[in-house]
C-alpha cells in the first residue's frame, strides 16, 4: 500500500520528527543526551510494585469493606470505564492543588496523552472547530488534534507563557475567518519545551478571557510538583471558578511512568435535549469505551497503592525527587553560566522549575545539526523548530535535565560548548 | 454546555447502549446475568501477579542477558511505542494459531479495542472511505469507527457468518455510492455476539474477494482459543497470503482483562513518495504515540510473564479456561433444550464454541422487556438490535455464558422462561 493511501496524519512531518529523535538517540548511545522528557531511571522492583499492589487491596478490604474475592474482582477483571482509582485522585488534587472536585468528575486515562484525545473529541463538534496552542508547544497536543483532523491556530508564548491578550487575538483571528476557537491548550506550571510558567495575574487574566470568549482551557501539568524556587503559583483549574478549565493530570513523573496512568477532571455540566444532565467526564467516558475500554485495573492499583501508602499527598511520596529535580535544573543552569556565560550569541532563560529550559544558539539547530552534534561531539539534545506548528525555534534548542546525573550534565554542557565551537 | 454542541459520537444511541447494560445490571445486582461478555471471576491475588513480573524479570535477565537495572527501566520507565513483549507475542501466535510473522509487524495495544483505533485511523484517508461490518456486529468496532466520523456498511451474516458474495455485494454498493470500500471488520470464531464461526472455505473465499476488491480485513479473535467442540479451523490471518489482513489479538479472555493488553499484526508493507518502506505496523505506532504513548510496561510484564511461564503457548495456560468455558456453553445448550425444547416461537443456534448464542424469541426484545425481565423475573440479558447499525435483531436475545456457574445457568434459563410465559 502507498503512504499516501493512508490517514494524511501519517504524511505529517509532525507525526515523524519523534521517531527521528529516537533513532538518533538509539544511533548514538553513548552520546549525553538532553533530548529526553522522561524521568531519572530509578531502582526499582518487581518486589517494590509487589507491596504497592497489597497496600492497594488491604485499603479496599479495610477502608472499603471489600471482600477478597471482590478485591481480586477489581484488579484483575475489566473494570469502570471512568476509573477505580477516582476517589484517591479526588483526594490528591484537593491535598496538593487545592482542587475541589467530585470523583464522579474524575476519568482516569492511559496517561494524560489519551486525556488529551478524549478531551479534543468530545469538544471539537466539527471542522468548523479550531484548538489554540501555546507556541512553541507539546507535540502530544498537536499529534492528537491531527488524528482527528482538527484544525490548530498557534499562541504566541512570551517569556511568561501565553498572556490573555494574545489569547483574544487569536480568537478573533479564528473568528473572522468564520470558524469557532474551542478551547485552548497551555501549560502553565514549567511549560514543556520553553520552560516557562504563567504568573497568577495572568492565569486570572487567561480565565477571564476564557469566559468572555466562550473557550475551554486543558491545563496540562506534568511538572508541576518539580518547582526549583521551592514557590508554587495556583493552577488553573483551582482558579477556575467558572468551569472553563479541564485539567490533564498525569501520574508518569509523580509515580512511575511504566503505569501509563493519568487523568481527566472535566466537571462542566452537559444538558441534553431532553434537559438530563451529565458531566463532561461521563461524555469523555463514552469515548473512553470506544478507544481503550478502561485504564488498566492493575496498573491503577500499582497508583492506587503509592497513593495510599503516601496518604494522597504527592510532595510527600515525591520529597526525594522534588530534590533531585531540583539540583539537575540548578546543575543545567550553573554549567550553561560555566561554559557559555558572556560567549556572544547564546542566551537562555531561568525556569523556576521543571525539567526544561531552551538555549538560544547562533546556528540553525535543525537535523543535519543534531546529527553532527551526537557524532562528532558526543551531545544530543531537541531543535525547537520541533515545536512549532509553523516557523519559529529555528536558532532554539531545547535542553532536558530530568533524565542525566549532576555530572553528566556538566560535560553535556561542555561538549555542547565545543560543537557550538565547531560553527566558527 | 450542551450535548448537541459536542462532538456527534456523544449523541448517537451507539455510545449509550452499554450504558444502559451497565445501570441495569447496576440495579438489579441479584438477577442472574447473560449479560456481560467478560471472563469469570478466578481467585487471583496480588501475589500471582507478582510472581509474573518477577518470570518476565528473569527471561529478561536470563534469556535476553539484560542487567537488573536494565530489567527495572524496563518496567517502570517509558517504553517502545510498538511494545515490548512483540517477540513473545509473535512466538506465541506462530505456537497458538501458526500465524508466523517477524516481531517488528507487532504493534502492542491496550486491548484489542485500542488496536481497531490505530487500525481505522491507519487505514481510512477520509470521508470516501467506508467500513464494511458483518452484521449483527461488537459494538466496539462501530463506536470507534464513530469517534472518527467514518461510515459503516453493513454486511448481512448468514448461519456461518459473511460471506464472500454477501461481501462483494457490499462493495459493489458503496462504489455505486462513489465511495472506496476500505476495509471489512469480521470475527471468523464464535462471533460476538452471533456466536457463529466461519468454515475453512469461506474464509479462503473472504480472502480472495479481498485481493480481488482491494479490500483489507480486520479480523479480531478474542474466543478462538475457546472451542467447544475441540476442532479449530484456520484463523484468516494463517490462510493470509496477500497481506490482506490486520489482525487484531487480546489477551483480556486468555491471560486476564485487568492488564488490557492486546496487539496488533499489520505486516503490509507501506511506501512512502520517497520510496522508503515501512510496516503497517510502524504506521500504528506513529498514531498510537498520539493516543496512548505506550501500553503500560508494567502490564505488559504481566502478561509476558504468563507467556514465557506457559513457554509461549496460550493453549496450555488455558487449559483449564477451555474446559470451563466448554462447561457452560455446554450447560446453556443443555438447559435451552431442557426448558424452551419444542416451545413453538423459540430457537437458537449451537455455536462450535465462544461465549455467545442467540434466542430467538416470539416477542420484541428491547430495554422496556429487559427492565421487565429483570426487575419481575430476576434475569438479564442482551437485546440483539444493540448490535445492529440499522434495523435487525428485534425478536433476538445475546446469551452469554461465560460469567455464569454452571448451576446459575440453568437456574438463568429457568427464570428466562417464565418471563417468556409472562407474554402469553
Same mark, same amino acid.
Given at each position: 500500500?502507498?503512504?499516501?493511501?493512508?490517514?494524511?496524519?501519517?504524511?505529517?512531518?509532525?507525526?515523524?520528527?519523534?521517531?527521528?529523535?529516537? =533513532?538518533?538517540?538509539?544511533?548514538?548511545?553513548?552520546?549525553?543526551?538532553?533530548?529526553?522528557?522522561?524521568?531519572?531511571?530509578?531502582?526499582?522492583?518487581?518486589?517494590?510494585?509487589?507491596?504497592?499492589?497489597?497496600?492497594?487491596?488491604?485499603?479496599?478490604?479495610?477502608?472499603?469493606?471489600? +471482600?477478597?474475592?471482590?478485591?481480586?474482582?477489581?484488579?484483575?477483571?475489566?473494570?469502570?470505564?471512568?476509573?477505580?482509582?477516582?476517589?484517591?485522585?479526588?483526594?490528591?488534587?484537593?491535598?496538593?492543588?487545592?482542587?475541589?472536585?467530585?470523583?464522579?468528575?474524575?476519568?482516569?486515562?492511559?496517561?494524560?496523552?489519551?486525556?488529551?484525545?478524549?478531551?479534543?473529541?468530545?469538544?471539537?463538534?466539527?471542522?468548523?472547530?479550531?484548538?489554540?496552542?501555546?507556541?512553541?508547544?507539546?507535540?502530544?497536543?498537536?499529534?492528537?488534534?491531527?488524528?482527528?483532523?482538527?484544525?490548530?491556530?498557534?499562541?504566541? =508564548?512570551?517569556?511568561?507563557?501565553?498572556?490573555?491578550?494574545?489569547?483574544?487575538?487569536?480568537?478573533?483571528?479564528?473568528?473572522?475567518?468564520?470558524?469557532?476557537?474551542?478551547?485552548?491548550?497551555?501549560?502553565?506550571? !514549567?511549560?514543556?519545551?520553553?520552560?516557562?510558567?504563567?504568573?497568577?495575574?495572568?492565569?486570572? =487574566?487567561?480565565?477571564?478571557?476564557?469566559?468572555?470568549?466562550?473557550? &475551554?482551557?486543558?491545563?496540562?501539568?506534568?511538572?508541576?510538583?518539580?518547582?526549583?524556587?521551592?514557590?508554587?503559583?495556583?493552577?488553573?483549574?483551582?482558579?477556575?471558578?467558572?468551569?472553563?478549565?479541564?485539567?490533564?493530570? +498525569?501520574?508518569?513523573?509523580?509515580?512511575?511512568?511504566?503505569?501509563?496512568?493519568?487523568?481527566?477532571?472535566?466537571?462542566?455540566?452537559?444538558?441534553?435535549?431532553?434537559?438530563?444532565?451529565?458531566?463532561?467526564?461521563?461524555?469523555?467516558?463514552?469515548?473512553?469505551?470506544?478507544?481503550?475500554?478502561?485504564? +488498566?485495573?492493575?496498573?491503577?492499583?500499582?497508583?492506587?497503592?503509592?497513593?495510599?501508602?503516601?496518604?494522597?499527598?504527592?510532595?510527600?511520596?515525591?520529597?526525594?525527587?522534588?530534590?533531585?529535580?531540583?539540583?539537575?535544573?540548578?546543575?543545567?543552569?550553573?554549567?550553561?553560566?560555566?561554559?557559555?556565560?558572556?560567549?556572544?550569541?547564546?542566551?537562555?532563560?531561568?525556569?523556576?522549575?521543571? !525539567?526544561?529550559?531552551?538555549?538560544?544558539?547562533?546556528?540553525?539547530?535543525?537535523?543535519?545539526?543534531?546529527?553532527? +552534534?551526537?557524532?562528532?561531539?558526543?551531545?544530543?539534545?531537541?531543535?525547537?523548530?520541533? !515545536?512549532?506548528?509553523?516557523?519559529?525555534? =529555528?536558532?532554539?534548542?531545547?535542553?532536558?535535565?530530568?533524565?542525566?546525573?549532576?555530572?553528566?550534565?556538566?560535560?553535556?554542557?561542555?561538549?555542547?560548548?565545543?560543537?557550538?565551537?565547531? &560553527?566558527?
Amino acid at each position: 500500500m502507498q503512504l499516501t493511501d493512508l490517514h494524511g496524519s501519517l504524511s505529517d512531518p509532525l507525526l515523524d520528527t519523534m521517531n527521528f529523535l529516537n =533513532e538518533v538517540t538509539a544511533r548514538f548511545p553513548d552520546a549525553i543526551s538532553f533530548a529526553p522528557g522522561r524521568p531519572y531511571d530509578e531502582r526499582f522492583d518487581p518486589g517494590v510494585v509487589a507491596g504497592y499492589l497489597d497496600a492497594y487491596a488491604k485499603y479496599l478490604e479495610r477502608d472499603r469493606g471489600l +471482600s477478597q474475592r471482590q478485591v481480586g474482582g477489581l484488579l484483575f477483571q475489566y473494570g469502570r470505564t471512568k476509573g477505580q482509582i477516582h476517589e484517591l485522585v479526588a483526594a490528591t488534587v484537593a491535598a496538593d492543588e487545592g482542587i475541589e472536585v467530585s470523583p464522579e468528575s474524575i476519568v482516569v486515562t492511559v496517561g494524560a496523552q489519551e486525556g488529551m484525545l478524549l478531551a479534543l473529541r468530545a469538544l471539537f463538534r466539527d471542522s468548523g472547530d479550531v484548538l489554540l496552542v501555546a507556541s512553541p508547544c507539546y507535540v502530544g497536543i498537536t499529534g492528537a488534534a491531527r488524528l482527528l483532523d482538527i484544525a490548530v491556530e498557534p499562541v504566541p =508564548e512570551g517569556p511568561s507563557g501565553v498572556d490573555a491578550a494574545a489569547v483574544r487575538a487569536a480568537v478573533a483571528r479564528v473568528r473572522a475567518g468564520g470558524r469557532r476557537p474551542r478551547a485552548l491548550y497551555v501549560v502553565p506550571d !514549567f511549560a514543556n519545551p520553553s520552560g516557562t510558567s504563567m504568573p497568577e495575574k495572568a492565569r486570572r =487574566e487567561l480565565l477571564a478571557a476564557a469566559v468572555d470568549d466562550d473557550l &475551554y482551557v486543558l491545563e496540562d501539568n506534568p511538572y508541576g510538583l518539580f518547582s526549583r524556587t521551592g514557590r508554587r503559583v495556583p493552577t488553573l483549574k483551582h482558579l477556575d471558578e467558572h468551569r472553563r478549565v479541564v485539567y490533564l493530570g +498525569s501520574f508518569a513523573k509523580t509515580c512511575f511512568p511504566g503505569a501509563r496512568v493519568g487523568y481527566a477532571i472535566a466537571d462542566q455540566p452537559v444538558v441534553a435535549p431532553d434537559g438530563s444532565v451529565t458531566l463532561l467526564a461521563d461524555q469523555l467516558s463514552k469515548i473512553k469505551s470506544m478507544t481503550t475500554v478502561n485504564t +488498566s485495573p492493575l496498573a491503577q492499583a500499582a497508583v492506587g497503592g503509592m497513593l495510599v501508602t503516601h496518604g494522597c499527598r504527592l510532595r510527600s511520596l515525591n520529597e526525594e525527587r522534588i530534590r533531585r529535580y531540583r539540583e539537575r535544573l540548578e546543575a543545567l543552569l550553573a554549567a550553561l553560566d560555566r561554559h557559555f556565560g558572556g560567549v556572544a550569541g547564546f542566551g537562555w532563560n531561568v525556569p523556576d522549575g521543571g !525539567f526544561f529550559l531552551v538555549l538560544t544558539v547562533p546556528f540553525v539547530a535543525d537535523e543535519a545539526a543534531l546529527t553532527r +552534534s551526537a557524532r562528532d561531539h558526543g551531545v544530543l539534545w531537541t531543535p525547537m523548530s520541533y !515545536f512549532y506548528a509553523g516557523a519559529g525555534g =529555528e536558532r532554539q534548542i531545547r535542553l532536558s535535565c530530568s533524565y542525566l546525573d549532576v555530572d553528566e550534565i556538566d560535560e553535556g554542557v561542555r561538549r555542547l560548548r565545543r560543537f557550538a565551537r565547531s &560553527y566558527r
